[in-house]
């Protein structure tokens, strides 16, 4: 299966916060997730293990207390179930996030 990452959905003032599902299968789901520089995330820990990759932009990553600034290049890994969040959102950051679903 191949997925067209190529198209971003820009962020906006009136739509802050973007998450638009490209890829969904039995043992994945995830997409691209874009926050406007200064937007609040609103996440809220999630049942799947995630993971994270920084196409563009600056923020400062929050998870489980411990904060560490993430850029183009960064990957990140979440557990299920751990509290996250981008906040210190400098530029527009892009994401691509992948959700390992649980059998």
């Known amino acids: 299966m191949t997925f067209d990452l190529s ?23 995830g997409g691209l997730y874009v926050l406007r520089r200064g937007a609040d995330d609103p996440q809220q820990p999630h049942a799947e293990d995630e993971a994270y990759y920084v196409i563009g932009g600056r923020a400062t990553f929050e998870r489980d ?25 400098t530029e527009d950051i892009t994401l691509f996030v992948l959700f390992a679903r649980r059998p």
């Open 65 to 89: 207390g411990a904060r560490g600034a993430v850029g183009p290049g960064s990957a990140i890994l979440v557990p299920a179930g751990v509290p996250h969040r981008f906040v210190d959102i």
């Open 7 to 29: 198209r971003v959905p820009e962020a906006t003032a009136e739509k802050p916060v973007i998450y638009e599902q490209t890829i969904f299968s039995r043992e994945f789901r």
